[in-house]
């Protein structure tokens, strides 16, 4: 089935951004076999969204293979793959009560869970931990994510923000964009790997002072709206067609 000549050139350019992505967190390491997720709105009324056929490693996904559903799980589009229902739950959650979370990136890297098991979370001890803790929220270990139910407690934990530490869990991130969405999982899973480090140096750490950190989140909207994504992706993008042009098929 040659699925760019039966969808829009807009959900084609959205899946290719999405098919980007997964190659990306594959690149970096950030996958988790199967067991994380990426998921885009389509462009358009319908509340159709576009998700990794469950199964297939995060390096093997193409523009083409990525699987449209309903809010509802459902594939309103031919695939041979299904999903995952638990990965779907969390998706579905977010794009439902954020028109705003166009493409949401949710994964099990191992400094991002380090990170949600220690009590008091991500702490300012970098610049770049400043950006994430200015859109910041955190949602308490329920389980495996199959439970209807937990939606609404997740959705209301995330609120406006755009970054969320999943407790014994993992991280997750949210953005306009495609790009935006990434850059922000960037500057988390960045700002995790930084503090696990300085932790296991042994030494006295100093946070960045409170007056600093307090700055940044009275301009939260600002900084999370200015991430500067766009400036980031074409780079993203060039780099795979250098090394995995197939991502686009």
């Known amino acids: 089935m040659d699925v760019k000549q039966q969808v829009s050139e807009q959900e084609w350019q959205m899946r290719v ?11 970096y390491g950030w996958d988790d076999l199967v067991f994380t997720h990426i ?3 389509v462009p358009g009324p319908e509340h159709h969204f576009l998700i990794n056929p469950y199964g297939m ?5 193409t523009a083409s293979s990525l699987v449209k559903v309903d809010l509802n799980g459902s ?15 969390i998706h579905s959650a977010v794009h439902q009560a954020r028109e705003d979370a166009i493409c949401v990136i949710h994964l099990h890297t191992v400094a991002g ?8 979370g991500l702490l300012p001890y970098s610049q770049q931990s400043l950006f994430a803790l200015a859109s910041m929220s955190y949602h308490d270990y329920e389980g495996v994510a199959l439970n209807p139910d937990e939606k609404t407690r997740l959705v209301a934990d995330l ?9 014994n ?18 500057i988390l899973q960045r700002s995790c790997e930084i503090q696990i480090q300085a932790q296991s140096s042994g030494v006295e750490l100093r ?29 993203v993008l060039r780099k795979l067609d250098r090394d995995c042009p197939e991502y686009k098929d």
């Not at 490693?57 to 996904?61: G, S, T």
């Not at 869970?113 to 220690?118: E, G, K, N, P, Y």
């Not at 609120?159 to 407790?167: H, K, V």
């Open 39 to 41: 998921s885009a709105r």
């Open 159 to 167: 609120g406006t923000n755009n970054f969320m530490i999943l407790r």
């Open 169 to 186: 869990h993992g991280l997750l991130t949210c953005g306009a964009s495609v790009a935006d969405a990434f850059l922000a999982m960037f």
């Open 113 to 120: 869970i380090a990170i949600s098991i220690q009590a008091q």
């Open 207 to 235: 946070p960045i002072p409170a007056p600093i950190l307090a700055g940044i989140r009275t301009q939260a909207d600002q900084v999370t709206r200015s991430m500067g994504g766009a400036l980031a992706w074409p780079g």
């Open 57 to 61: 490693l995060f390096e093997e996904v």
């Open 17 to 27: 951004d999405l098919a980007a992505c997964y190659r990306m967190i594959a690149h």
């Open 75 to 89: 594939k309103v589009m031919p695939s041979d793959f299904d999903i995952n229902p638990a990965g779907f739950t």
